[in-house]
């Protein structure tokens, strides 16, 4: 079995001018990992976890682990 990781710091959105995020949070890693997919046709996934990070002192991040092979 292998794992592939993902990760982002959820920092630094751009934000509107009524405040609202312009894209969600997990814009950036759901792209990232839709596009390891399509180059991986052929694996079989065994699990999927997603854990995050960070607080007051340091930025959020969020980190998803697939399972696969």
């Given at each position: 079995?292998k794992?592939?990781?993902?990760?982002?710091?959820?920092y630094?959105?751009?934000?509107s001018?009524?405040?609202?995020?312009?894209?969600?949070?997990?814009?950036?890693?759901?792209?990232?990992?839709?596009e390891?997919?399509?180059?991986?046709p052929?694996i079989?996934?065994?699990?999927i976890?997603?854990?995050?990070?960070?607080?007051?002192?340091?930025?959020?991040?969020?980190?998803?682990?697939?399972?696969?092979?």
């Amino acid at each position: 079995m292998k794992i592939k990781m993902f990760s982002t710091i959820l920092y630094g959105k751009t934000k509107s001018f009524s405040n609202r995020l312009k894209e969600p949070l997990h814009s950036e890693i759901e792209s990232d990992i839709q596009e390891w997919l399509a180059q991986m046709p052929n694996i079989k996934i065994h699990d999927i976890k997603q854990s995050m990070s960070g607080g007051s002192a340091a930025p959020p991040k969020i980190i998803v682990s697939i399972f696969y092979e």
